[in-house]
């Protein structure tokens, strides 16, 4: 079974994991790429992370503007954080696993600042992302 999935910056490629592995699959070829292997392969800077052992959810948030290039972020939930990688530029991940909570507040005040099971990808106007969790 796989745990969660997220969609490439390019949407040709899409991550599975499953554990405490990650499988790239090649989205035209259908078939898989690399992996599967430990996540911390291809997710370096979840080692020392409970984002180590598995991941919860996934998505993949683009932010969308007209004076730039649009921007692709994936969203890894684990317990009550969350880890944002750039998808492109290479996974980098510009900030340490962040609370729930923290981010979301709205999300804190309802009981759903942890143990996501499920997210789905959102395109976001650049007025809207340029205010939230740069």
């Keep these: 079974m796989i745990d969660a999935a ?3 910056h390019d949407s040709g490629q899409a ?3 499953r554990g405490d592995t990650y499988a790239r ?11 599967p292997t430990p996540i911390t392969d291809g997710w370096s800077k979840l080692a020392g992370t409970d984002f180590a052992g598995g991941i919860d959810a ?3 948030v683009q932010e969308v503007s007209l004076l730039r290039p649009t921007r692709s972020f994936a969203y890894l939930f684990k317990g009550d954080k969350y880890a944002k990688y750039a998808l492109d530029r290479g996974n ?14 709205g999300f804190r005040d309802i ?4 143990d996501i099971d499920c997210a789905t990808d959102v395109i976001m106007p650049e007025t809207v992302a340029s205010s939230r969790h740069d």
């Design 58 to 60: 996934a998505a993949r």
């Design 111 to 114: 009981g759903f600042d942890r």
């Design 25 to 35: 699959y090649d989205v035209s070829g259908d078939a898989i790429s690399s992996g």
């Design 15 to 17: 991550f599975l994991f």
């Design 92 to 105: 980098e991940m510009p900030t340490a696993p962040t609370s729930i909570g923290d981010a979301w507040p």
């Design 6 to 8: 997220v969609i490439g």
